[in-house]
């Protein structure tokens, strides 16, 4: 019982400082090269001051982005040093099983899991939009500002010219329709305010009643109170990208766009990728224990992570690609962005598997 835990503290110590030195040293070469990138778009508004700023804003973002990717290179170069040394040889000659490894290995993984979802939920939202602050003149404050917006309620449609998130707005226009598609109100407000509970207060409002028949009746009032499914709330979601939005913040967005029966699938998309991405890397982890004990326990290290590399990347932007196609598709879009995970995890457990 000692000797395990002695072995698993072994294991895990070499690959928890693999992994976490492979994320090190693909982060600060992803941060240069994007300095570099950004230096060509200087100008008299963004001056090198601002580019670092930028870069360095945007690490959390890369640092999710690069999770899986460190965790594959890092079981590969952790696993990789235990075996050139015949300590994995000497481990599973003392009785101790592949699977009991594999576990092992994944105990690091599961660190970095934690940091991925911390980063996604609490801090890459603030982060991003820091980053795009800086790079952009006044984006902080057209994030909370919306500008031609059109949404829809029931069987009506409401334009909006102008809303913030302090709750006000201008230039309402809502078009009524019968249940046979038929316009039969249209209702206009120079500018409002939010009261509570999706209820705003229009003022300066002008209102047209179109019968059956044809005949329309006109009507203006200083001030009215009407039910609005956009709330101030969600002012900053509607600017912001899909990406840049938290997990949580993605879900109660998508649950107000479903009053409105209109959930965009880029927001589909962008939920279960975040989703998905800590799944991705217990796959991508999984493979890599296959590479030391399956079909390539017999090459050097380098050839192992050249291999690894391609093999990351290229689930990377397949997982990317597919996921970008379902926006196209009708079939839903978790089984785009979850189908690769799962591939990639059966052929790795199958690759273990055989080596059983």
């Known amino acids: ?20 030195g492979a994320l090190f040293i693909l982060l600060l070469l992803q941060l240069l090269f994007s300095y570099l990138a950004e230096l060509g778009d200087l100008n008299e508004h963004y001056r090198p001051l601002d580019a670092l700023r930028y870069v360095l804003w945007d690490a959390p973002y890369r640092t999710f982005q690069l999770l899986p990717i460190a965790g594959l290179m890092g079981a590969v170069v952790g696993l990789g040093s235990l075996a ?27 660190i970095l899991v934690v940091c991925s ?17 800086a790079k952009q003149e006044n984006y902080v404050a057209k994030l ?39 316009l039969n109100q249209h209702l206009t407000a120079q500018h409002g305010q939010f009261l509570v509970d999706k209820t705003w207060q229009l003022h300066n409002v002008n209102q047209v009643t179109i019968a059956s028949q044809g005949q329309s009746q006109s009507s203006t009032q200083p001030e009215q109170a009407l039910a609005l499914v956009l709330q101030p709330q969600y ?14 913040q993605l879900v109660k967005f998508m649950r107000y766009l479903d009053q409105s ?24 982890v999984v493979m890599a224990c296959s590479f030391i004990f399956g079909p390539l326990r017999q090459h050097s290290m380098g050839f192992r992570l050249v291999i ?14 597919i996921g970008y196609a379902s926006l196209v598709a009708s079939i839903s879009v978790a089984w785009f962005v979850l189908l690769p995970i799962f591939i990639l995890l059966g052929v790795g457990t199958y690759l273990l598997h055989r080596v059983k």
Do not use: C
């Not at 002012?235 to 949580?248: G, I, N, R, Y």
């Open 1 to 20: 019982m000692l000797a395990n835990k002695i072995l698993a503290r072994h294991v895990v110590k070499n690959t928890g400082f693999a992994m976490f």
């Open 84 to 110: 050139t040394n015949s300590e994995l040889v000497v481990m599973r000659a003392s009785g101790v099983s592949l699977w009991r490894i594999v576990g092992w290995t994944l105990r690091p993984a599961l």
């Open 117 to 133: 979802l911390l980063l996604r939920e609490w801090v890459i939202p603030q982060t991003n939009e820091y980053a795009r602050a």
């Open 144 to 182: 909370g500002e919306v500008r031609g917006y059109w949404t829809k309620q029931d069987n009506q449609f409401v334009y909006i010219d102008y809303a913030n998130a302090n709750g006000e707005l201008k230039d309402l226009k809502v078009l009524g329709f019968d249940e046979n598609l038929i």
């Open 235 to 248: 002012v900053h979601m509607v600017t912001a990208d899909p990406e840049d939005l938290a997990p949580s």
């Open 261 to 284: 029966s209109q959930i965009p699938r880029k927001y589909q998309l962008a939920f279960w990728q975040m989703i998905a991405a800590p799944f991705a890397l217990i796959a991508l």
């Open 308 to 321: 690894a590399l391609f093999i990351g990347l290229g689930f990377y932007y397949f997982q990317d690609f």
